[in-house]
DNA sequence: ATTCGAAAAAGTGTTGACACTTTGACGGCA
DNA sequence: TGCCGTCAAAGTGTCAACACTTTTTCGAAT
């Protein structure tokens, strides 16, 4: 994510058009044209093509042939079926990470989750960001960090978050240290995967209400 | 992977750098010269970097700045990475078909085993292909159908399958299917993950034999 | 007024040439 | 002989022009 390491355009185009994502300036669903975004990042469309491909391999982007790429639309449906894999990801990736992680990184992660919590700052992504680089599974963490997450942001800045679910996601991620602190893995796991599962039961409600208003309407 | 789905020639590079693949005519950890390619398969360069980029999303290829692409190594230590998540994420959606597929399908499912059975076909992953196909994430049908399993292909295309095996697996299969038409997800989730689980073991084993080889050599 | 079809416009797919980076070979120097 | 800087060769990154596909526009026939 940092800057100096953009060694090529293609990586440049990739971040910013990311940035107009996040920003709105292009909304989900909308399409995204070759030659406007050319002239805007004052580059020529081999890059841009270059750098759709890239966000479609991480699946923020769908395209046919001949047809506009489109922005993912990150539905409630969309974002059930992201969830549902994160809930098996994850659970793996707090479980391999319980016997890779050094007692020293764990205790970095138990203090940086203490500080934050004092400050009351939101720390949920970065925990889980901690835990998959913490993992030693490449692919999971790829996955998790080059790809859910990405898609995880982008929904977030769209959608405000749900007020109470604050502090239960505290004490969720604080059991959930303890468990890796006391190196079992299979608690961690499963309490990883009831921390997800239960924001995804919360996104079903929200899809069920969703649906009942849109009958009435 | 029909032909006739291939309407550009990024498709068709795609597909038959991946047969280069397949038929270790690029062994794994070669290079992928652009030009060479381009000259083989009667292309310019532009679609040639494309279904680089295409395969590298699929994790088949690994590539940085400047540096010719790498063929992925598949090394024990690369599978055992590709198992964990196989485990995690195919009793996800051994679970998520448990519910999503009808009788009928089910019923297909059982009888094309059967049948395969029969004729001592190997079936393995045209039933996990399934399944994934069943469960109704079109996420986790993409991860393990279109990333997953090609990497698989690709490793099995080189390494001769372990003979005692086959029977178990068909057991572990059945059961597998059994719990599906019992309606039975946590069970069917968990001997998917028990029957992944012990194929990673056995990579685990071999690792463990052929590093003592090393030592001794 | 409506529908159908042809032609123009817009947009994506492909190409070959040029620019920049990396790599390896060559020659000078200690 | 061995090390370092320089330069040529190979290879990747970028660009602008051209080809093909899709979409839209517009007019004619019903």
Redesign the interface.
Same mark, same amino acid.
């Given at each position: 994510m940092l800057d100096g390491e953009e060694?090529?355009l293609v +990586?440049r185009v990739v971040r910013e058009v990311f940035a107009l994502l996040l920003s709105s300036e292009i909304p989900l669903g909308g399409q995204l044209n070759e030659a406007a975004l050319a002239a805007r990042f004052k580059v020529s469309r081999?890059p841009i093509? @270059?750098a759709i491909? /890239?966000l /479609?391999?991480?699946?923020l982007v769908i395209k046919e042939?001949?047809l506009k790429a489109r922005v993912v639309s990150l539905s409630l449906p969309d974002m059930i @079926?992201?969830f549902?894999?994160r809930? $098996?990801?994850e659970?793996?990736s707090v479980r391999?990470a319980t016997s890779a992680m050094s007692d020293t990184e764990l205790d970095e992660m138990l203090d940086a989750f203490s500080a934050a919590r004092q400050a009351g700052k939101a720390v949920d992504l970065d925990l889980h960001v901690r835990i998959a680089e913490g993992c030693g599974? +490449?692919?999971?963490r $790829?996955?998790l960090c080059d790809e859910l997450y990405y898609l995880l942001r982008l929904y977030r800045a769209r959608s405000a978050d749900q007020p109470g679910r604050r502090q239960d996601a505290f004490t969720e991620h604080w059991q959930i240290l303890r468990a890796m602190r006391a190196r079992d893995g299979e608690l961690a796991e499963s309490l990883m995967r009831a921390h997800i599962g239960r924001a995804t039961r919360s996104l079903e409600t929200l899809l069920a209400q969703q649906a009942a208003t849109t009958d009435k309407g």
């Amino acid at each position: 994510m940092l800057d100096g390491e953009e060694r090529t355009l293609v +990586d440049r185009v990739v971040r910013e058009v990311f940035a107009l994502l996040l920003s709105s300036e292009i909304p989900l669903g909308g399409q995204l044209n070759e030659a406007a975004l050319a002239a805007r990042f004052k580059v020529s469309r081999g890059p841009i093509r @270059e750098a759709i491909k /890239q966000l /479609q391999g991480r699946g923020l982007v769908i395209k046919e042939p001949y047809l506009k790429a489109r922005v993912v639309s990150l539905s409630l449906p969309d974002m059930i @079926e992201i969830f549902q894999l994160r809930e $098996a990801v994850e659970g793996m990736s707090v479980r391999l990470a319980t016997s890779a992680m050094s007692d020293t990184e764990l205790d970095e992660m138990l203090d940086a989750f203490s500080a934050a919590r004092q400050a009351g700052k939101a720390v949920d992504l970065d925990l889980h960001v901690r835990i998959a680089e913490g993992c030693g599974n +490449d692919r999971i963490r $790829a996955l998790l960090c080059d790809e859910l997450y990405y898609l995880l942001r982008l929904y977030r800045a769209r959608s405000a978050d749900q007020p109470g679910r604050r502090q239960d996601a505290f004490t969720e991620h604080w059991q959930i240290l303890r468990a890796m602190r006391a190196r079992d893995g299979e608690l961690a796991e499963s309490l990883m995967r009831a921390h997800i599962g239960r924001a995804t039961r919360s996104l079903e409600t929200l899809l069920a209400q969703q649906a009942a208003t849109t009958d009435k309407g």
